[in-house]
């Protein structure tokens, strides 16, 4: 159903342009944050349907981000997608087991990254 409001937290710029183009297109609607400070502060005034969040930012990483989402009542239901290039095993189960609700690589493959991203709003939708 599209038209959801998704936050992107990412520090990168032809990262951020890529995934903000690929959703735009598909009729999601973006607001863009560069640090996790700033992610946090967004979300917290937007209350977006799904938050893709970066892990290494500059300042506020993006475990340290999620855990001041989960903290607070308004935002603690926001579902948060990891997009990090800490593509390692390891890397990958210590963000899984720090409350992310999903995992992507980059560089992102488009068509998986939409599958997700539309089932965690699915998800989301149906809760």
């Keep these: 159903m599209a038209n959801e409001l998704i936050l992107i ?44 969040m970066d892990i290494q930012l500059p300042g506020m990483d993006g475990i340290t981000a999620l855990g001041e989402l989960r903290a607070d009542p308004a935002t603690r239901a926001i579902p948060v997608i990891a997009v990090t290039a800490s593509a390692m095993t390891h890397d990958r189960k210590k963000i899984m087991a720090a409350g992310f609700d999903g995992y992507q690589s980059k560089p992102i493959k488009v068509k998986e990254f939409m599958d997700a991203v539309r089932e965690m709003l699915d998800r989301r939708g149906g809760k």
Excluded at 26 to 43: F, M
């Design 9 to 52: 937290v990412e520090d990168n710029e032809k990262n951020l342009k890529l995934v903000r183009d690929v959703l735009q297109y598909k009729g999601y609607q973006t607001i863009e944050a560069g640090t996790g400070e700033d992610g946090v502060r967004l979300a917290k005034a937007r209350i977006p349907d799904l938050v893709l």
